[in-house]
């Protein structure tokens, strides 16, 4: 079973930064894509920035020059540092991490951090 566990939301004015951080822990042989999904009030959840094993990136359109991703693939971490925030990038973040689970897939999320975005 592999957990995943985020920090660093919290209250941001408009223009602000804000970084995220997720851990996963548990029976882990490889991790394949790790990244960020978000669900605003009222919406469904999607993806915000994603990154392969390989270093492949993508992105939200509606993030893309403000938002990026780093992996550390060594303890099984990702990050997302945000900046230039908008009160639309107001939602609850959730970590996904897709991989091999000694022997197992996996697909796990992590239970969400809010981020909000007002003056």
């Known amino acids: 079973q592999v957990q995943l566990t985020e920090s660093g939301g919290g209250l941001v004015q408009p223009g602000g930064s804000l970084r995220l951080s997720c851990a996963a822990s548990?029976?882990?042989?490889?991790?394949?894509?790790m990244g960020w999904y978000r669900q605003r009030p009222g919406k469904q959840r999607e993806l915000v920035a994603t990154e392969t094993s390989f270093g492949r990136q993508k992105y939200a359109d509606s993030v893309k020059d403000r938002f990026s991703i780093l992996r550390d693939n060594v303890k099984n971490m990702v990050y997302l540092e945000m900046n230039s925030l908008k009160t639309e990038d107001t939602a609850v973040y959730y970590c996904?991490?897709?991989?091999?689970?000694?022997?197992?897939?996996?697909?796990?999320w992590g239970q969400g951090t809010q981020v909000t975005v007002s003056s």
């Open positions: 996904r991490g897709d991989g091999d689970g000694r022997g197992r897939d996996f697909g796990s």
């Open positions: 548990g029976s882990i042989a490889a991790i394949y894509d």
